[in-house]
Structure formats: structure tokens, C-alpha cells
């Protein structure tokens, strides 16, 4: 009889980009050694270890909801790749920073936290009130993983037409990062170096930037 190896998918949000990580974990490669789960961004890392001694199971993650540098829970090996679905929450602001099971119930998890998010953020703004300092660098953070995502799709878009140009002559060597503070964006030329920056203080500064039909580097 052949046996089936346990596997099970774990995912975690990046506190630098926003963006939740998801990847699929087997007993194997873990009594082999540990897993580290990169974000593609580079900003951060999430490591899955399987304790031979106890047969446990340590995740070690960086929280993008209390700003820590990370959180560490061990959880048994069986409730590891026997659940369906599991979440582990920050203990400080009660929000849930991991997530394994199914991949299916994973993905809807992350899906689903991300729209309880940016409700959060719509609800607190039409109230006038401000929300709490962990959930509000969470939300900032969804918000500027998508500002960037629209961003870069329409660069794309305006590379593809021929629209995104410099005056070095360069073809499509081009990129785009948001400021810290999130009140603008920079276009550059990553041969030469040439850059124009684009305000986004305001809804209408992004209305603007999303009309752009050409953008010239000089």
C-alpha cells in the first residue's frame, strides 16, 4: 500500500508589501529541514520547522499587524496537516497573521481578510473616526500593496503602447516605487536614472495619475 505523504498549505501576510504569501508545506521536506516561505518582494520571510523531538510544529512569522518583528507558535504535527483550516492571531491586535489547511479555505481566508480590511477602512472613514494604531498599519499597508499593483499595471500599459518613454532612448527599462509617506510615486529610467515623480495626496491627484496617457522621462 502506498501512503499518501501529509501536506498542507500555509500562508502569512507580507507587513512590507501587503501581500499575503502562500505556499505548500510537506512532512518530508520538513523532517529533511526547515522551510523558509519568501515573500517575492524580499521584504520578508516565514519559516515552518518540524521538531523531531516532540514532533511539534514551530512558525515563525513577521506580524503585519503589530509591527513585531515576528511571532512564533508551535502547534502538533497532526492538527498541522490534518485541518482542514486553521488561523493563528497577533496576540496584541486580534487579527489573524497566519493561516494553513486547504489550500482552497487558505486562499478564501486571505481573500476574505483582505475585503474585512478595506471595509474597516471605508467605515472608519464615513464615521470620522480613526481606528485603532495596529489595524490602521494594516490597513495602510493593503492599501498601499494595491495603490502600487494599479500602479504598475499601468506602466505596463503604457509601456506596451509605446507610451512610457525617456529621452535616453531606452526601451522598457522602466519602474515606479511610492514614497514612505504614500503621497507620491516615482517614475524612473533604470539605465540612466531619469525621474518624475506624481503627487497621490489626494483621491483627485489619483484620478489624475490614472488618466496619464503618456508619460516622457527628461
Known sequence: MILSPKETTVAY???VCGEGVLA???VFALTADRLRLKCPCGGSSMTVTLSKTDNRVRLDLPCFACGSKHHSYTVGSELFFSREFF???????GLDVCFFGKKEKVSDALREQEDALRDMLREDGSSGSAPDAETDRALR???DADIYNVILFLLTELKND???RCSCGTHGDYDADCAPDGNSVRVYCK???KQKYFPLASVEDARRFLDLDEIVLE
Do not use: D, N
Open 162 to 164: 509605446g507610451k512610457l
Open 191 to 193: 539605465s540612466c536614472g
Open 13 to 15: 501576510r507580507c507587513p
Open 24 to 26: 505548500p508545506v510537506g
Open 87 to 93: 488561523s493563528l492571531s497577533c496576540s496584541m491586535s
Open 141 to 143: 499597508r493593503i492599501e
